[in-house]
């Protein structure tokens, strides 16, 4: 057998820029391909997708005018939150689905740095490390891995964008260049205002290494050139930082936008809590530290708690080291222009997240900080370390060989990294394994934990959230609910009045407080505190809805009804509001009404196992023929019995009462048969003896009638 030779030749002669790019797509996938199982997670995942009502939407009118509003959380970013809607449109709440999107996109961003890399500088093997390094680093599996950080990926993508069309207008400036630079700039920052530092990075990059700051001086005459001494230099600067105000001003547009948002959500944190020395002294110590992770990318968390405290040699090494590299990088500048431009660049791209301005729970440091900031330092690697050793023999050989071992141990780490963002559990498990003191990963792994109804377990770690920051008012919030659950009220009331004492005007702590009394049936007190939250928070659904449900019991339907009304002008979706209207029509004998109601609600929440049996129940049972229907009956009640697993007296009773009406007699005794078993076994005693009486109108061949 012989082989082509035009054929070998031709594979051989495949164009280095082909060969990277299909590398970063293998590799990438290779090491992240695992996050298609991945799911969501109870850090901001539920707040950006499960429980916002605006993006399980998918695409629509009303979600996407909400999208460039200020919504009721985080800061101004439209562009993300169509994302998050689109995959929501094309794939309902499927986590493997999104996370296929995040990777798509991380790949996607790996390509683009390659080619704006090799076409500002040529240098394909260089570019390519600085990809590959980016694709591959652990410490960006936060920003792949984590859906709630798909603004950083998108706006990512927006960012190399931007570059790849300020290249082609630094070749030949033009106004429809500009034009197109500044609309991908304008999307970048509608996906996350972090690129505001952009046009900073933009004009290091008109130093090197597209020269643009020598440019004029090389077609200039030779007067034009004789004056480059006398300030012509400085006039060609003041040019090409001019070129960037119009860039300049969206940013600045962006910050104030994104700053107006988070001032709005009162979520921004006073130097009297966090000081300004202490925020000073942190960002010191965490350009230090984000080095040293990119080193050495050990014990990487998905949250690291804020210090109390600095130790001031920490303070002062920190300090010290990034003067003298700083020193060293300028001293270097002419010779290597490299150096000065990827240390500025992660210095500068750094200063938005460092800390000296902050809003909810800010870290210490945080992985995903550094997605762009480390392209900075991957410059300086990849072309800093050839120009190191440049009297080494064979050295393209050697280099070649310690990037490749190099990206294996770093595939390798990725990979073993990304698999503790498999579920809550095990990321928070793991930040627990890998940081001190960690208060959010006791707390957020105690609310995964009492999800999958381990309640006991995840008391024990919000105690221990407690015992670290006794003054986190979350947690004594949900300790409380977890206790009230449990029908220890007493010690449930005690959380959330210590909720309330430390912060007065928080409206979820009067709710919860209210029904944990109205389970005591203290209901005149249970009622000052629903008011008290709707007070602070007059568009609080849930408190609305909750004061329907007292005054329903104490029989003022009338009182009820308007405030079941009032949580869906709030929130159209709220099915336990049309559930809690449809109990009150039936109660009044408004079947129509009630079942209206009943389909609404089932529509927002398909397994609404309450509303499946009621309404199930009235087709099956009702004594008014136009309304009853055997088969809609059958169908919702098996629906109910799937989510039972069969195994609910209650919901197989509903099913055989279906089948009866259906006219299937033979299936309704035997679920009959099946649902008077379990009701023996578990009670209560009133079940069984109508089972009873039901079975025997199906065994002779009679429906039952309400």
């Known amino acids: 057998m012989t082989v082509d030779k035009n054929h070998k030749d031709q594979f051989f002669n495949i164009r280095p820029d082909i060969l990277v790019c299909l590398f970063l797509v293998i590799a990438t996938l290779a090491v992240y391909w695992q996050v298609q199982n991945f799911e969501f997670i109870n850090l901001d995942d539920h707040s950006y997708i499960l429980r916002n009502q605006y993006v399980r939407a998918g695409l629509t009118f009303e979600g996407i005018n909400w999208a460039f509003s200020f919504p009721g959380f985080d800061y101004w970013h439209p562009?993300?939150?169509?994302?998050?809607?689109?995959?929501?449109?094309?794939?309902?709440?499927?986590?493997?689905?999104?996370?296929?999107?995040?990777?798509?996109?991380?790949?996607?961003?790996?390509?683009?740095?390659?080619?704006?890399?090799?076409?500002?500088?040529?240098?394909?093997?260089?570019?390519?490390?600085?990809?590959?390094?980016?694709?591959?680093?652990?410490?960006?599996?936060?920003?792949?891995?984590?859906?709630?950080?798909?603004?950083n990926v998108l706006s990512t993508f927006f960012w190399m964008l931007t570059m790849l069309t300020y290249i082609y207008y630094s070749k030949r400036p033009g106004f429809y260049r500009y034009l197109l630079i500044f609309f991908v700039f304008a999307l970048g920052l509608m996906a996350k205002p972090m690129l505001a530092t952009l046009p900073f990075v933009l004009l290091l990059l008109d130093y090197w290494p597209l020269g643009r700051y020598k440019m004029a001086q090389s077609d200039g005459n030779h007067e034009t050139r004789k004056s480059t001494k006398s300030g012509f230099q400085w006039s060609l600067i003041l040019r090409l930082v001019l070129e960037k105000i119009p860039l300049l001003a969206l940013s600045v547009v962006g910050i104030f936008l994104s700053s107006l948002a988070v001032q709005r959500l009162g979520i921004v944190v006073s130097t009297a809590l966090v000081p300004m020395k202490l925020r000073v002294y942190n960002a010191l110590v965490s350009y230090v530290s984000y080095?040293?992770?990119?080193?050495?990318?050990?014990?990487?968390?998905?949250?690291?708690?804020?210090?109390?405290?600095?130790?001031?040699?920490?303070?002062?090494?920190?300090?010290?080291?990034?003067?003298?590299?700083?020193?060293?990088?300028?001293?270097?500048?002419?010779?290597?222009?490299?150096?000065?431009?990827?240390?500025?660049?992660?210095?500068?791209?750094?200063?938005?997240?460092?800390?000296?301005?902050?809003?909810?729970?800010?870290?210490?440091?945080?992985?995903?900080?550094?997605?762009?900031?480390?392209?900075?330092?991957?410059?300086?690697?990849?072309?800093?370390?050839?120009?190191?050793?440049?009297?080494?023999?064979?050295?393209?050989?050697?280099?070649?060989?310690?990037?490749?071992?190099?990206?294996?141990?770093?595939?390798?780490?990725?990979?073993?990294?990304?698999?503790?963002?498999?579920?809550?559990?095990?990321?928070?498990?793991?930040?627990?394994?890998?940081?001190?003191?960690?208060?959010?990963?006791?707390?957020?792994?105690?609310?995964?934990?009492?999800a999958e109804g381990k309640t006991d377990a995840a008391i024990r770690h919000y105690s221990e959230t407690l015992r670290i920051?006794?003054?986190?008012?979350?947690?004594?919030?949900?300790?409380?609910?977890?206790?009230?659950?449990?029908?220890?009220?007493?010690?449930?009331?005690?959380?959330?009045?210590?909720?309330?004492?430390?912060?007065?005007?928080?409206?979820?702590?009067?709710?919860?407080?209210?029904?944990?009394?109205?389970?005591?049936?203290?209901?005149?007190?249970?009622?000052?505190?629903?008011?008290?939250?709707?007070?602070?928070?007059?568009?609080?659904?849930?408190?609305?809805?909750?004061?329907?449900?007292?005054?329903?019991?104490?029989?003022?339907?009338?009182?009820?009804?308007?405030?079941?009304?009032?949580?869906?002008?709030?929130?159209?979706?709220?099915?336990?509001?049309?559930?809690?209207?449809?109990?009150?029509?039936?109660?009044?004998?408004?079947?129509?009404?009630?079942?209206?109601?009943?389909?609404?609600?089932?529509?927002?929440?398909?397994?609404?196992?309450?509303v499946l049996y009621n309404l199930s129940w009235i087709f099956a049972t009702h004594e008014n023929e136009e309304i009853r229907n055997g088969q809609e009956a059958v169908k919702l009640a098996e629906r109910l019995c799937k989510i039972n697993q069969y195994s609910h007296p209650l919901a197989l009773d509903a099913l055989a009462a279906a089948y009866a009406e259906a006219g299937k007699f033979e299936e309704a005794v035997l679920t009959a048969q099946e649902a008077l078993k379990l009701a023996l076994q578990q009670g209560p005693k009133e079940l069984a003896l109508g089972l009873k009486k039901r079975l025997e109108l199906y065994k002779a061949g009679s429906p039952y009638r309400q």
């Open 79 to 151: 562009l993300t939150w169509l994302s998050h809607m689109l995959d929501c449109h094309l794939y309902g709440l499927r986590p493997g689905m999104h996370h296929q999107i995040s990777l798509i996109l991380h790949i996607v961003n790996s390509m683009l740095m390659f080619m704006v890399f090799k076409r500002m500088t040529g240098a394909v093997w260089k570019s390519a490390f600085v990809a590959a390094m980016f694709a591959l680093h652990p410490l960006n599996v936060e920003s792949v891995a984590w859906l709630a950080e798909r603004k």
């Open 291 to 450: 080095i040293k992770k990119m080193i050495w990318p050990h014990n990487l968390a998905v949250y690291y708690p804020y210090p109390q405290t600095l130790p001031l040699w920490q303070v002062a090494g920190a300090g010290l080291l990034l003067v003298c590299i700083s020193f060293i990088v300028f001293r270097a500048v002419k010779s290597k222009p490299y150096l000065a431009v990827g240390w500025l660049w992660y210095i500068g791209t750094l200063v938005p997240v460092i800390g000296l301005v902050q809003a909810g729970l800010w870290p210490a440091i945080a992985d995903r900080f550094v997605y762009v900031p480390l392209i900075g330092l991957f410059i300086v690697i990849a072309w800093g370390v050839p120009d190191l050793v440049a009297r080494w023999r064979s050295r393209e050989i050697k280099l070649a060989t310690l990037a490749a071992a190099l990206i294996s141990i770093l595939m390798a780490t990725t990979f073993l990294q990304a698999g503790y963002w498999t579920n809550s559990i095990m990321l928070f498990e793991h930040a627990l394994d890998v940081t001190d003191n960690n208060y959010i990963a006791h707390h957020k792994l105690g609310e995964a934990l009492e």
């Open 469 to 610: 920051r006794p003054d986190f008012v979350s947690t004594h919030l949900i300790l409380g609910v977890a206790l009230r659950e449990q029908g220890k009220f007493n010690k449930a009331i005690d959380h959330f009045s210590k909720a309330l004492r430390l912060k007065p005007d928080y409206a979820e702590a009067h709710k919860e407080l209210g029904i944990a009394l109205e389970g005591q049936g203290d209901f005149a007190e249970a009622i000052r505190h629903y008011l008290k939250a709707l007070e602070i928070k007059p568009d609080y659904a849930k408190a609305h809805n909750k004061l329907g449900i007292i005054m329903a019991r104490q029989g003022n339907d009338k009182e009820a009804i308007y405030h079941f009304y009032e949580a869906l002008r709030i929130s159209s979706s709220y099915s336990d509001a049309y559930f809690n209207l449809g109990k009150i029509f039936a109660n009044q004998g408004k079947i129509e009404d009630a079942i209206l109601h009943y389909r609404k609600a089932l529509q927002f929440s398909p397994n609404m196992a309450q």
